[in-house]
């Protein structure tokens, strides 16, 4: 007969759990899993951009807890960074949903085979091979020659700010040997190039002739300056001339220039189970992620890498 399950009455935990045919199936926006944590209650999500390679990520509050107070485990094993946070790359990713059998959060009172933080507790348990061959090959593809123009560029006629991201792998898994050694290992690979629109203060072109005209510089007494010292000179050449409208008598103008964004992940995951007995296993894990980002600061030229 088929009954339903009791409630569990020894237990005031809280948790979800995601199978693994749920975790393929969800539409995750950069196939960051972490963003599954994002799907249930008292989750307060708090995101991160910086260029730090520390503070990327999603960051997230469990019932009103502070940010660092979550664990994250992968096969049993803590994967979070130093300050707390997620094992997130520079491109504010966590790749490798292909490798994920299981994922379980759990956000109060847990049991005591959870601790080390008060918030949640997030447990990921990766594929193994399996008796057959099994794999899969994937491509999911972002371009701005697909995408409607930024509601913020509506007044612009030139082309759409352009964006190719390729998010591609595979996997594979199976058996090694008959019934005893099984083999599961998965690739993903990111492929971005974004454009980004700077706008940085510059010194006027007003402000540039000589005699240099009355608010534009001034001496360490605040006398007005009226020429342009030799030393200064070549410097002065160095910084980027207005390309933008500036307001006569403004000493700063605006000069605006685009750079294309580069981003280069590469993910690897290789599990290899062994069945020892009826009741013992064992199995290993190698776990690879790299990523370079290159980001552009104020001016032409200078780039955070």
Not at 25 to 36: H, K, S, V
Not at 60 to 67: C, I, M, R
Not at 146 to 170: K, Y
Request: net charge neutral.
């Amino acid at each position: 007969t088929a009954e339903a399950p009791l409630v569990n009455t020894t237990s005031g935990s809280l948790g979800s759990l995601v199978s693994e045919q749920s975790v393929a199936d969800l539409p995750l926006n950069g196939r960051n899993y972490i963003d599954l944590t994002f799907l249930q209650p008292g989750i307060s999500k708090n995101q991160n951009m910086t260029s730090g390679g520390t503070f990327v990520g999603s960051w997230f509050s469990s019932n009103g807890a502070p940010l660092r107070s979550n664990t994250y485990m992968l096969d049993g094993a803590v994967m979070g960074n130093f300050l707390g946070g997620s094992a997130s790359s520079i491109a504010n990713t966590t790749l490798g949903i292909e490798g994920i059998r299981e994922w379980r959060v759990v956000t109060n009172t847990f049991s005591a085979e959870y601790g080390l933080t008060m918030g949640s507790q997030m447990a990921i348990v990766t594929k193994s091979g399996t008796y057959s061959f099994h794999g899969s090959v994937f491509e999911y593809l972002r371009n701005s020659a697909m995408d409607a123009r930024n509601f913020a560029n509506q007044t612009q006629t030139g082309p759409q700010s352009p964006l190719r991201r390729n998010n591609f792998g595979v996997s594979v898994g199976g058996p090694v040997k008959k019934e005893r050694v099984f083999f599961f290992a998965t690739y993903e690979g990111l492929r971005e190039r974004r454009g980004i629109s700077q706008i940085a203060p510059v010194i006027s072109d007003e402000c540039r002739q000589e005699p240099v005209p009355t608010g534009c510089a001034f001496d360490s007494a605040g006398n007005p300056v009226t020429t342009i010292s030799a030393l200064v000179k070549p410097v002065l050449a160095l910084i980027p001339t207005t390309n933008l409208p500036t307001a006569p008598g403004n000493p700063l103008g605006q000069f605006a220039y685009s750079f294309t964004q580069p981003t280069t992940e590469d993910y690897g995951q290789g599990r290899i189970d062994v069945t020892i007995s009826a009741s013992d296993t064992l199995f290993g894990r190698y776990t690879h992620d790299e990523t370079q980002q290159v980001r552009p600061l104020l001016f032409p030229g200078f780039v955070t890498d």
